[in-house]
T-cell receptor
Framework: DTAVSQTPKYLVTQMGNDKSIKCEQN?????MYWYKQDSKKFLKIMFS???????INETVPNRFSPKSPDKAHLNLHINSLELGDSAVYFC??????????????FGNGTRLTVT | AQKVTQAQTEISVVEKEDVTLDCVYE???????LFWYKQPPSGELVFLIR??????QNEISGRYSWNFQKSTSSFNFTITASQVVDSAVYFC???????????FGKGTHLIIQP
């Protein structure tokens, strides 16, 4: 009963390709996020979605687009992949308003390698 | 702007030693939340603890303890009697109210040698 699941776990692709990473949560949370962890282990938020509405869009290239078909899913689509996109991407979810008993729950990450 | 500083990039200790991981944060908000996450070599992010800005009580959970001090904007994490399985990267993070997401520190790589 994985709370936050993302697929695939590993993704190897060539520059210029378009790829998607899927994320699903079964916790009934209102908000979902995408984080990027670079080669130096630095974690930075990319997007968050609350009730199918984009809340945050940090300085992320527009080649990256989050897509949320429903509250339980937030997929990450990446166009025209570049070498610098190689990283580990984490999906997460939380209850809106950050209630005291609701930490962010993270998926296990997707390691993207662009060659 | 929010910021989390983990000044210790890497710490190496021998098993059974106590070790403290430092975390200093900056925020202008009066309501905020502080977290610690563990990332073992397998790569997943494991939630350890969360405190809100109004609760400065220290917390102990087994060999883990946390010292939250608003006066110094610090939220330090201590592992007593460290074990090899504690080897991981540990992240401190800050969250405002709402759905802004976590601001992470750069992490401290903890190495416990047998």
């Amino acid at each position: 009963d994985t709370a936050v699941s993302q697929t695939p776990k590993y993704l190897v692709t060539q520059m210029g390709n378009d790829k998607s990473i899927k994320c699903e949560q079964n916790l009934g949370h209102d908000t979902m996020y995408w984080y990027k962890q670079d080669s130096k282990k630095f974690l930075k938020i990319m997007f968050s979605y609350n009730n199918k509405e984009l809340i945050i869009n940090e300085t992320v290239p527009n080649r990256f687009s989050p897509k949320s078909p429903d509250k339980a899913h937030l997929n990450l689509h990446i166009n025209s992949l570049e070498l610098g996109d190689s990283a580990v991407y984490f999906c997460a979810s939380s209850q809106e308003g950050v209630s005291y008993n609701s930490p962010l729950h993270f998926g296990n990450g997707t390691r993207l390698t662009v060659t | 702007a929010q910021k989390v500083t983990q000044a210790q990039t890497e710490i190496s200790v021998v098993e059974k030693e106590d070790v403290t991981l430092d975390c200093v944060y900056e925020t202008r908000d009066t309501t905020y939340y502080l977290f610690w996450y563990k990332q073992p070599p397998s790569g997943e992010l494991v939630f350890l603890i969360r405190r809100n800005s109004f609760d400065e009580q220290n917390e102990i959970s087994g060999r883990y303890s946390w010292n939250f001090q608003k006066s110094t904007s610090s939220f330090n994490f201590t592992i007593t009697a460290s074990q090899v399985v504690d080897s991981a990267v540990y992240f401190c993070a800050l969250l405002r109210g709402g759905a802004d997401g976590l601001t992470f520190g750069k992490g401290t790589h903890l190495i416990i040698q047998p």
